[in-house]
Protein backbone atom coordinates (compact mmCIF):
# COMPACT_ATOMS: atom_id res chain seq x y z
CA UNK A 1 0.00 0.00 0.00
CA UNK A 2 1.25 3.20 -0.67
CA UNK A 3 -0.34 6.68 0.74
CA UNK A 4 0.24 9.81 -1.39
CA UNK A 5 0.04 13.32 0.12
CA UNK A 6 0.11 16.61 -2.10
CA UNK A 7 0.44 19.74 -0.49
CA UNK A 8 1.65 22.96 -2.33
CA UNK A 9 -1.63 24.70 -3.92
CA UNK A 10 -3.15 28.02 -3.43
CA UNK A 11 -4.38 30.78 -5.10
CA UNK A 12 -1.58 33.10 -6.99
CA UNK A 13 -1.96 35.51 -9.92
CA UNK A 14 -1.03 35.01 -13.61
CA UNK A 15 2.97 34.80 -14.07
CA UNK A 16 3.58 33.42 -10.80
CA UNK A 17 5.33 30.00 -9.83
CA UNK A 18 4.08 27.43 -7.29
CA UNK A 19 5.76 24.50 -6.28
CA UNK A 20 3.52 21.13 -5.41
CA UNK A 21 4.88 18.14 -3.18
CA UNK A 22 3.93 14.88 -2.74
CA UNK A 23 4.85 12.79 0.07
CA UNK A 24 4.50 8.88 -0.41
CA UNK A 25 4.91 6.43 2.59
CA UNK A 26 3.99 3.21 2.90
CA UNK A 27 5.68 0.68 1.01
CA UNK A 28 8.86 0.90 -1.52
CA UNK A 29 8.89 4.42 -3.33
CA UNK A 30 10.67 2.78 -6.27
CA UNK A 31 7.59 3.64 -8.53
CA UNK A 32 7.15 5.84 -11.22
CA UNK A 33 5.08 8.80 -10.15
CA UNK A 34 3.04 11.36 -12.24
CA UNK A 35 1.63 14.38 -11.62
CA UNK A 36 -2.26 15.13 -13.36
CA UNK A 37 -4.78 18.06 -13.24
CA UNK A 38 -8.28 17.97 -13.39
CA UNK A 39 -11.59 20.72 -13.81
CA UNK A 40 -14.86 20.17 -13.48
CA UNK A 41 -16.70 18.21 -15.98
CA UNK A 42 -13.50 17.39 -17.31
CA UNK A 43 -11.12 14.18 -17.27
CA UNK A 44 -7.64 14.20 -15.37
CA UNK A 45 -5.26 15.13 -17.81
CA UNK A 46 -1.48 14.35 -17.94
CA UNK A 47 1.18 16.88 -16.31
CA UNK A 48 4.32 15.31 -16.01
CA UNK A 49 5.96 11.78 -14.96
CA UNK A 50 9.37 10.95 -13.78
CA UNK A 51 10.69 7.40 -13.25
CA UNK A 52 11.82 5.84 -10.19
CA UNK A 53 15.46 7.08 -9.96
CA UNK A 54 14.12 10.42 -11.63
CA UNK A 55 16.30 9.63 -14.54
CA UNK A 56 13.17 9.87 -16.78
CA UNK A 57 11.18 12.74 -17.77
CA UNK A 58 7.86 13.89 -19.31
CA UNK A 59 6.09 17.33 -19.78
CA UNK A 60 2.94 17.46 -21.22
CA UNK A 61 3.55 19.60 -24.38
CA UNK A 62 1.75 22.54 -23.12
CA UNK A 63 3.17 22.57 -20.32
CA UNK A 64 7.03 22.37 -21.27
CA UNK A 65 8.92 25.02 -20.47
CA UNK A 66 7.25 25.83 -17.66
CA UNK A 67 6.82 22.73 -15.43
CA UNK A 68 9.39 20.67 -14.14
CA UNK A 69 8.59 17.21 -12.13
CA UNK A 70 11.74 16.12 -9.95
CA UNK A 71 11.71 13.71 -7.15
CA UNK A 72 14.15 13.15 -3.88
CA UNK A 73 14.05 9.50 -3.33
CA UNK A 74 15.43 10.19 0.34
CA UNK A 75 12.65 12.24 1.30
CA UNK A 76 10.13 10.01 -0.97
CA UNK A 77 8.71 13.18 -2.18
CA UNK A 78 8.24 14.28 -5.35
CA UNK A 79 7.64 17.56 -6.61
CA UNK A 80 5.98 19.41 -9.35
CA UNK A 81 7.48 22.97 -9.97
CA UNK A 82 5.01 25.33 -11.93
CA UNK A 83 6.23 28.69 -13.37
CA UNK A 84 4.90 31.27 -15.21
CA UNK A 85 1.39 30.08 -14.12
CA UNK A 86 -1.82 30.69 -16.24
CA UNK A 87 -5.50 31.25 -15.53
CA UNK A 88 -5.55 28.25 -17.77
CA UNK A 89 -3.56 25.75 -15.30
CA UNK A 90 -6.52 26.29 -12.80
CA UNK A 91 -7.56 22.92 -12.07
CA UNK A 92 -7.41 20.37 -8.82
CA UNK A 93 -3.77 18.42 -9.00
CA UNK A 94 -2.88 14.97 -8.08
CA UNK A 95 0.02 13.23 -8.12
CA UNK A 96 -0.27 9.18 -8.63
CA UNK A 97 2.37 6.39 -8.40
CA UNK A 98 2.48 3.37 -10.99
CA UNK A 99 3.28 -0.14 -10.04
CA UNK A 100 6.46 0.02 -12.12
CA UNK A 101 9.73 2.04 -11.76
CA UNK A 102 9.79 3.54 -15.36
CA UNK A 103 6.57 4.00 -17.96
CA UNK A 104 7.07 4.35 -21.63
CA UNK A 105 6.03 8.15 -22.81
CA UNK A 106 2.60 6.85 -24.30
CA UNK A 107 1.73 4.75 -20.65
CA UNK A 108 2.95 7.85 -18.56
CA UNK A 109 0.05 9.92 -19.88
CA UNK A 110 -2.60 7.33 -19.50
CA UNK A 111 -4.65 7.76 -16.02
CA UNK A 112 -5.04 3.74 -15.90
CA UNK A 113 -1.07 3.31 -15.65
CA UNK A 114 -1.32 4.72 -12.15
CA UNK A 115 -2.98 2.76 -8.62
CA UNK A 116 -2.35 4.98 -6.15
CA UNK A 117 -3.55 8.35 -5.89
CA UNK A 118 -3.18 11.82 -3.81
CA UNK A 119 -6.15 13.73 -2.48
CA UNK A 120 -5.53 16.34 -4.94
CA UNK A 121 -4.29 20.24 -4.10
CA UNK A 122 -6.20 23.14 -5.80
CA UNK A 123 -4.12 25.88 -8.30
CA UNK A 124 -6.20 28.64 -9.04
CA UNK A 125 -4.53 30.91 -10.63
CA UNK A 126 -6.25 34.65 -11.41
CA UNK A 127 -5.63 36.95 -14.33
Known amino acids: QVRLVESGGGLVQAGDSLRLSCAAS???????MGWFRQTPGKERRFVAYVSWNGGTTYVADSMKGRFTISRDTAKSTAYLQMNSLKPEDTAVYYC?????????????????????WGQGTQVTVSS
Open 96 to 116: ASALHPTLTAAQAMDVAQFFY
Open 26 to 32: GRTFSYA
